[in-house]
């Protein structure tokens, strides 16, 4: 199913998406590998046996990746010219490996765009929860929309 365009809509809305997602070690370890990221918070379970967590944490870049991901089918697939930032990126708890995420998403700003009459601004608040619903990761994300085809 496609996006919504820009028109559809309204401040104030909000979406439960369906969608939830189990962290795998796999998961963790290929996307700090991937990006880089040689943290031993992320990739060494021995070194955080002596840290308060005692386990390895979720690269925060991957939450926030789930976190805008998982958001996608029910608001912008198909309908995002581009994604113009983030701002106010929290993780207030971490994530651990077998931790499951679900996510809402909330319009908080809907504007046309001054510069391109093909398009509009939308400003979303992403808050990421895992299964105990406690709030592991939120922030705000503005995105450059379609309008509606006439």
């Not at 979720?58 to 996608?72: P, W, Y």
């Not at 046309?112 to 895992?130: E, L, M, Q, W």
């Amino acid at each position: 199913m496609p996006g919504l365009y820009f028109e559809e809509f309204t401040v104030g809305q909000t979406f439960r998406h369906g969608i939830t997602r189990t962290i795998t070690e796999a998961d963790n370890v290929w996307f700090s590998a991937l990006t880089h990221n040689p943290a031993p918070l992320h990739l060494d379970a021995e070194y955080m046996k002596g840290t308060e967590y005692g386990k390895p944490i979720v690269n925060s870049c991957l939450t926030l990746g789930f976190m805008v991901g998982i958001s996608v089918g029910d608001t912008t697939v198909g309908t995002t010219v581009a994604n113009l930032g983030w701002d106010e990126v929290r993780f207030p708890r971490p994530l651990f490996h077998g931790d499951t995420i679900h996510v809402e998403t909330e319009v908080l700003e809907v504007r046309a765009s001054k510069s391109r009459p093909d398009n509009g601004i939308v400003t979303f608040a992403h808050r990421a929860y895992n299964q105990k619903d406690e709030l592991v990761g939120d922030c705000k994300r503005s995105a450059l929309m379609l309008r509606k085809p006439k």
